[in-house]
């Protein structure tokens, strides 16, 4: 149980373009997601943490208009990278938990590789 | 604020021997505490966890850990490595009440025939 799947896994674009991320729970309903930024050799760092129906909330110095994140359902959470650069290339990261959950536990997608050429 | 150390980048340990990768956190009440491992170019997947009771806590794959209070530490341990345990391992930390979690920047397992 508490499967977590991330589409695409890998993807390639072009500087300037938008690329979205999906992030969803299979088999439970996740009432908070967060996304994650890796960069090789380094640790996860948090960018935001998103309620569904709600508007996501930032770390510091995490651009929200650069990094659009939706949770429209208990199910699905996106995150759109707008206007694409090449060091915006990274592992991303999503997780996910659900309420009763008083133990922090969060369960992580398989993560996307994004490249901007 | 809580934190996570984890003091060594790189660890290489032969096939066979045991294993054990330091943590240590700072966090002023009794933390929520995980290990997790990744293999290149993938997710998270979670070793075992520690919220409260017994200290020495069993994981999947043969780990186990053993929380500290005294020492603010929660180690990482494997009698006997495999060379499919050639990853890397993040120390997380959570608190009461909050959703988040902290890592640790990460300690590389290589292991050699």
Same mark, same amino acid.
Request: charged fraction near 15%.
């Given at each position: 149980?508490?499967v977590?799947?991330?589409?695409?896994?890998?993807?390639?674009?072009?500087s300037?373009?938008s690329?979205k991320?999906?992030?969803?729970?299979?088999?439970f309903?996740a009432?908070?997601?967060f996304?994650?930024?890796?960069?090789?050799?380094q640790? $996860?760092?948090l960018?935001a943490?998103?309620?569904?129906?709600s508007?996501a909330?930032?770390?510091?110095g995490v651009e929200?208009?650069k990094?659009?994140i939706?949770h429209?359902s208990?199910? $699905?959470s996106t995150?759109t990278?707008?206007?694409?650069?090449?060091?915006?290339?990274?592992?991303?990261?999503?997780?996910?938990?659900?309420m009763?959950?008083?133990y922090?536990?969060q369960?992580f997608?398989p993560?996307?590789? $994004?490249t901007?050429l | 604020?809580?934190s996570?150390?984890q003091?060594?980048?790189?660890i290489?340990?032969?096939?066979?021997?045991?294993? +054990?990768?330091?943590?240590n956190?700072?966090?002023?009440a009794?933390?929520y505490?995980f290990?997790y491992v990744?293999?290149?170019?993938q997710?998270?997947q979670?070793?075992?966890?520690?919220?409260s009771?017994d200290t020495l806590v069993?994981?999947?794959?043969?780990?186990e850990? +053993?929380?500290k209070?005294s020492?603010s530490?929660f180690?990482?341990?494997?009698?006997?490595?495999?060379w499919?345990d050639?990853a +890397?391992?993040?120390?997380?930390?959570?608190?009461?009440?909050y959703?988040?979690?902290?890592?640790?920047k990460?300690?590389?397992?290589?292991?050699?025939?």
């Amino acid at each position: 149980g508490a499967v977590v799947s991330q589409h695409p896994s890998w993807v390639i674009c072009k500087s300037g373009t938008s690329v979205k991320i999906e992030c969803r729970s299979l088999d439970f309903q996740a009432t908070t997601m967060f996304w994650y930024r890796q960069f090789p050799k380094q640790s $996860l760092m948090l960018m935001a943490t998103s309620n569904e129906g709600s508007k996501a909330t930032y770390e510091q110095g995490v651009e929200k208009d650069k990094f659009l994140i939706n949770h429209a359902s208990l199910t $699905l959470s996106t995150l759109t990278v707008t206007s694409a650069h090449p060091e915006d290339s990274s592992f991303y990261i999503c997780s996910a938990t659900f309420m009763g959950n008083s133990y922090n536990e969060q369960f992580f997608g398989p993560g996307t590789r $994004l490249t901007v050429l | 604020a809580q934190s996570v150390t984890q003091p060594d980048i790189h660890i290489t340990v032969s096939e066979g021997a045991s294993l +054990e990768l330091r943590c240590n956190y700072s966090y002023g009440a009794t933390p929520y505490l995980f290990w997790y491992v990744q293999s290149p170019g993938q997710g998270l997947q979670l070793l075992l966890k520690y919220f409260s009771g017994d200290t020495l806590v069993q994981g999947i794959k043969g780990f186990e850990a +053993e929380f500290k209070r005294s020492q603010s530490s929660f180690n990482l341990r494997k009698p006997s490595v495999h060379w499919s345990d050639a990853a +890397e391992y993040f120390c997380a930390v959570g608190a009461r009440g909050y959703s988040t979690l902290t890592f640790g920047k990460g300690t590389m397992l290589l292991v050699s025939p």
